[in-house]
């Protein structure tokens, strides 16, 4: 069907509708291109106010006035024929919006995530999160933004906007099919376009969320912070060693040491006693000043700012009325209510007090917000927020939960503006909203110092960018952990060519600076950043045509090409307009010009650089018909002026022509919003000169703004190929005029630059990585046994592929239990909610084993493996082992939720004999087994015990002690047979709600869910069991119920999926995932 719309929302929701058709409400709103869908005419009333637009009463307003929306138009009628269906639908107090796309269809944005840049397959929860250590499958960040792009065959535009501030599933693991589910009823879906081009998508989204206003030219400069600078003399110490080793910096940032015991608004007496002083050397030295501000006010008497607070009634309240109190880094702190204009002005004026003390600009952390000891990291889901009736009234905190860091964000800007009203406001958010672009710009959080996090910080940059944020980057280096030379030369090499340049790390890694990883990757780093200065003019003048038009600034390979599949899931490169930048994300591959034109869109894209190619940065391309404004390099943006000289980069199409424009300004303050500027729009063409040797003329084509032109000298640079360039110098505004070469001379001016480039580059010396080699395995092969056996079981743990079992092998019957094949299936185990993510894949090795000879024996074998971010899968394998009742007494003594949890680890030089049976005990030293429900489990010759657990190994110094989210899925694959003369295999079970059910293989998969249910409990009730008539074998599965969230039945071919499903949650020292089970072999019933 082609643009079909239809509304299945119950009735109960409609109880305001004067529709009768049934039909879903379709609205244009802002600008031609924008439209707003409602189920319905009582789903548009009861909508709560947007707080993602730039301007909330537009999406109220019919576009050219008229009446609510309920007139008819058709989806046909503003698809321009796009084959696209989209129906709303309802799930319990769920809202579902179902669009299914054509397929060739590809889809980005969904803002701050992980993995890779095109998003098919995946699936994200808007509900910002703090989260140390996220990997590519972690499905919750920092930020929400419920917006999706997506990329039509044809290179056609659509965009989709769920404009809910609540958690937000948005789910394309069915793609081309898109799945928005949220709490109903959620208003509505914003459809934008077909644009016939991704620019013009984004222009859209612009018109409605508001651009990036145009940043201070210092804030495009290279930055350096640490977690932290403890000291105003280490901070001056940093700051001067850029000096001295002529590496261009333009800011420093003060984090949360800075204060006085970590609180807001503070400075510590001894380290900083003097901020001002500080403040005033840096600008001195060309260095601009930023400082962490944290929402959380310290519960302590006579703090000014909780005493205030107190007296505006500005906080976040418990559900009983009183403020909320949450631990956080100075410890129990208040936390206000940004939703109130009276919460935001009291912070505006609190910001606006501190900013007289020397502040350049303000960093907002901690503000998804975070909340230490707590289990979700923050706080209560019934806390109340006393919001306006503009921002949607009083409302709990799930309704407020995404747009508290925007808001905190909202009224840190407003508090700057107050201060330094001459002055564009800086500020960086960690958590936010669609929207928040208005008033922050983003970094994309706790990544860590590995090659993975390097890969992904391109397309983690790139849909934020194409989510409407485009000032947004890593933390080059990666904070979390210790880079390597290479690593780091290669992350600087990208990083400095995003568009928000960060060097950060935490406490407890070594330094970061650009020249402590030795000469050789200082020397790399330096001619990173030096790029970066050359290309600021281009950069300056992206931003300011986002500001005006929302025109992206930096955005993926396939905008050179959209109707091209090839480049739509290119993560190492990106368009920084016409400028191609193409990075090396893999340690073992090195840029090689030689190869690089195999890897380029289609069209004429001409490499250049600065004199200062390098195996480890990244190569640079020009479109043809582009001209590329470059400049001087300065030691800060400080020391640049007007009548610095402009160098012209010239790539001429096949006609023989190029364009490209140099915005100019003062760098800051707002002259530029009423013409203090000179916008400056260049021409190159080919033609013939004097003597009839061909020349390249280049002219001022256009100006725009109330500024004069300059008296500066203009460098015109034309571009031949691989490096080789010739090039004029004149006076700007004045037509300058380039000989071009013959062909001959100008092959042999490629000759040489290539020669040059080779020679610069062999004569670098190689920087070390310093990896592991593959090879080596920890020192653990003594114990790297992968066969068990005891009674009439023996199964085989595969190490190197998630320490999963690839067999269980039953004695009696002659039959394989499970199905598994190379490097996949049997029983694994992953550490999310999505399939086969982290856990199934990683090295493990062995811990401890153990085997008892005796009659009937038995054969114990505990395993773990590093999942990253600071988390381990460890798991138990047990066969035919008792569970003592003393231990199984302490499990009825301690609730499993709650008892403190700690790794066995093997002390150098000892042995471990601690007999246990899943490798966790208590801090005080008991052994704690948890069985089933604390009973005491007979000693059996058939069967399997399996403790499975993911455990905090190594959280940093940045995540108040928790993990990102992680979710615990246990995933045994069975063998089944399926015989012509025997009955259906079958699930057999009865539910915690006391039904029996039997799921047949026609049900081909199956959730089983409780506190979702609204007529009870679906899961089993600690156990349910396999029936297989065609072996006749029944595998009976017990469990916990307590450490099961959701049990999960799949039908495969030859297979029967079980799988139980821990809740989803940060992980904490004292706070672990856990699922205990057991799997026993039994004769099947008739």
């Given amino acids: 069907m082609t643009g079909s719309l239809n509304s299945s929302i119950p009735s109960d929701f409609k109880k305001n509708s004067s529709s009768s058709s049934g039909r879903v409400a379709v609205t244009p709103i802002v600008a031609e291109g924008i439209f707003r869908l409602d189920a319905d005419e009582g789903s548009r009333k009861a909508a709560f106010p947007s707080l993602s637009f730039a301007d909330p009463s537009a999406r109220e307003q019919r576009l050219g006035g008229g009446g609510s929306?309920?007139?008819?138009?058709?989806?046909?009628?503003?698809?321009?024929?796009?084959?696209?269906?989209?129906e709303f639908s309802s799930r319990n107090d769920q809202q579902v919006v179902t669009i299914q796309l054509p397929e060739g269809s590809s889809f980005y944005g969904t803002g701050e995530v992980g993995g890779p840049l095109e998003r098919s397959k995946k699936r994200i929860f808007t509900w910002n999160t703090d989260c140390w250590g996220f990997n590519g499958s972690t499905p919750s960040l920092y930020m929400s933004h419920p917006w999706v792009f997506a990329l039509l065959p044809d290179g056609r535009c659509l965009g989709f906007l769920a404009d809910t501030t609540r958690r937000c599933e948005v789910d394309l693991r069915g793609a081309p099919t898109l799945r928005v589910t949220a709490s109903a009823p959620f208003p509505l879906i914003l459809l934008f376009g077909p644009t016939s081009s991704p620019t013009h998508l984004l222009e859209l989204l612009a018109k409605a969320i508001g651009p990036l206003p145009l940043p201070a030219r210092w804030v495009l400069g290279y930055q350096q912070c640490r977690f932290s600078y403890e000291s105003a003399a280490r901070v001056e110490e940093v700051a001067k060693a850029f000096r001295e080793k002529k590496i261009p910096c333009d800011v420093m940032w003060m984090d949360i040491d800075y204060m006085d015991g970590y609180k807001s608004f503070t400075f510590d007496p001894a380290n900083f006693p003097e901020p001002l002083k500080l403040a005033r050397w840096l600008n001195e030295a060309g260095f601009k000043a930023i400082w962490m501000l944290d929402p959380g006010i310290k519960e302590e008497p006579g703090y000014a700012p909780l005493e205030s607070g107190d007296g505006a009634d500005v906080w976040i309240l418990n559900a009983d009325g009183a403020p909320f109190v949450g631990d956080v880094w100075p410890g129990p702190c208040k936390f206000p209510d940004y939703t109130m204009q009276r919460a935001r002005e009291w912070w505006r004026d609190l910001v606006a007090e501190f900013a007289r003390e020397g502040v350049d600009g303000i960093w907002n952390d901690m503000n998804e917000p975070t909340v230490f000891r707590a289990v979700n990291k923050t706080m209560p889901d019934d806390n109340i927020h006393r919001g306006d009736d503009d921002m949607g009234g009083t409302q709990n905190h799930l309704h407020y939960h995404n747009v508290y860091g925007m808001l905190m964000a909202r009224a840190t800007s407003e508090g700057l503006e107050k201060a330094l009203p001459e002055k564009r406001p800086f500020v960086l958010t960690r958590a936010g909203y669609i929207g928040s672009q208005r008033y922050a710009a983003s970094w994309t959080g706790d990544n860590l110092a590995t090659w993975e996090y390097l890969h992904m910080s391109v397309p983690m940059a790139l849909n934020m960018a194409l989510s409407g944020q485009p000032l947004n980057g890593p933390d080059i280096g990666g904070f979390a952990l210790n880079a390597t030379p290479r690593l780091f030369a290669r992350w600087m090499g990208i990083g400095a060519l995003l568009p928000f340049s960060r060097g950060h790390s935490e406490k407890g890694t070594k330094d970061a600076e650009p020249w402590v990883f030795g000469e050789a990757c200082e020397s790399v780093c330096r001619k990173a950043i030096e790029r970066r200065y050359h290309l600021l003019p281009h950069l300056y003048t992206l931003f300011y045509h986002h500001d005006k038009t929302g025109r992206p600034v930096i955005s993926p390979l396939a905008f050179a090409d959209p109707s091209n599949p090839a480049l739509r899931a290119v993560e190492d490169q990106f368009l920084l307009g016409p400028l191609l930048v193409m990075a090396f994300t893999e340690r073992s591959k090195f840029a090689d010009p030689s190869a690089a034109n195999q890897r380029l869109p289609p069209g004429t894209w001409r490499r250049f650089h600065f004199h200062d190619s390098d195996r480890d940065l990244p190569l640079l391309f020009l479109k043809a018909s582009a001209i590329?404004?470059?400049?001087?390099?300065?030691?800060?943006?400080?020391?640049?002026?007007?009548?610095?000289?402009?160098?012209?980069?010239?790539?001429?199409?096949?006609?023989?022509?190029?364009?490209?424009?140099?915005f100019e300004d003062e760098g800051d303050g707002f002259g530029y919003r009423n013409g203090e500027y000179l916008l400056t729009s260049y021409a190159a063409t080919r033609g013939v000169g004097e003597g009839g040797q061909q020349v390249v003329e280049v002219k001022v084509a256009q100006e725009e703004g109330s500024w004069k032109r300059p008296r500066r000298k203009l460098v015109a640079r034309v571009l031949l190929g691989d490096g080789a360039y010739v090039e004029a110098e004149g006076w700007d505004g004045d037509v300058i005029s380039v000989p071009l070469p013959s062909a001959a001379e100008a092959d042999r001016l490629v000759a040489a630059a290539v020669e040059e480039e080779k020679a610069l580059v062999e004569s670098a010396p190689l920087l070390l990585d310093g990896a592991k080699g593959d090879e080596e395995d920890g020192g653990t092969e003594a114990l790297a046994a992968t066969n068990m056996a005891a009674g009439d079981l023996q199964c085989h743990v595969v190490l190197k592929h998630g320490g999963r079992l690839d067999s269980l092998f039953h004695y009696p019957s002659g039959q394989e239990l499970?199905?598994?094949?190379?490097?996949?299936?049997?029983?694994?185990?992953?550490?999310?909610?999505?399939?086969?993510?982290?856990?199934?894949?990683?090295?493990?090795?062995?811990?401890?084993?153990?085997?008892?000879?005796?009659?009937?024996?038995?054969?114990?074998?505990?395993?773990?493996?590093?999942?990253?971010?600071?988390?381990?899968?460890?798991?138990?394998?047990?066969?035919?082992?008792?569970?003592?009742?003393?231990?199984?007494?302490?499990?009825?003594?301690?609730?499993?939720?709650?008892?403190?949890?700690?790794?066995?680890?093997?002390?150098?030089?000892?042995?471990?004999?601690?007999?246990?049976?899943?490798?966790?005990?208590?801090?005080?030293?008991?052994?704690?087994?948890?069985?089933?429900?604390?009973?005491?489990?007979?000693?059996?010759?058939?069967?399997?015990?399996?403790?499975?657990?993911?455990?905090?190994?190594?959280?940093?110094?940045?995540?108040?002690?928790?993990?990102?989210?992680?979710?615990?899925?246990?995933?045994?694959s069975f063998r089944i047979v399926h015989s012509f003369s025997s009955a259906a295999p079958h699930v057999r079970f009865t539910s915690i709600k006391g039904e029996e059910v039997l799921v047949k293989p026609d049900v081909q998969e199956l959730w089983l869910r409780g506190d979702d249910r609204p007529n009870g409990d679906d899961r089993p009730n600690g156990e349910w069991s396999l029936v297989d008539p065609g072996t006749g074998r029944t595998v009976v599965s017990r469990f916990n119920p307590s450490q099961v969230h959701e049990c999960f039945i799949y039908w495969g071919s030859g297979f029967c999926n079980l799988e139980l499903v821990s809740e989803e949650r940060p992980v904490s020292v004292e706070t672990p995932l856990r699922i205990d089970q057991s799997y026993s072999i039994e004769t099947a019933a008739e």
Avoid at 78 to 83: D, E, F, I, T
Avoid at 632 to 655: F, M
Avoid at 917 to 939: Q, R, V, Y
């Fill in 628 to 662: 590329l404004p470059t400049g001087p390099v300065a030691q800060t943006t400080q020391e640049l002026s007007r009548e610095d000289p402009v160098t012209l980069v010239i790539s001429l199409d096949e006609s023989g022509t190029s364009e490209g424009q140099l």
């Fill in 69 to 86: 929306g309920n007139e008819e138009l058709s989806i046909e009628d503003v698809l321009a024929g796009v084959a696209v269906t989209v």
């Fill in 818 to 972: 499970l199905e598994s094949r190379f490097e996949e299936g049997g029983y694994e185990e992953y550490s999310e909610s999505e399939y086969r993510s982290p856990g199934c894949h990683e090295q493990y090795h062995v811990v401890s084993e153990q085997r008892d000879h005796s009659t009937g024996g038995s054969h114990r074998m505990i395993v773990e493996g590093d999942i990253g971010s600071g988390l381990t899968m460890r798991r138990c394998f047990s066969l035919g082992q008792p569970i003592p009742a003393a231990w199984a007494a302490a499990t009825t003594a301690l609730s499993n939720r709650q008892a403190v949890l700690e790794s066995t680890q093997k002390s150098p030089g000892q042995e471990q004999n601690v007999p246990l049976i899943d490798g966790l005990a208590l801090k005080d030293g008991t052994t704690l087994i948890d069985g089933l429900s604390g009973e005491i489990l007979p000693s059996t010759p058939n069967q399997l015990h399996v403790t499975s657990a993911i455990i905090a190994s190594a959280i940093g110094a940045g995540s108040g002690g928790f993990s990102r989210l992680a979710c615990l899925r246990v995933h045994p």
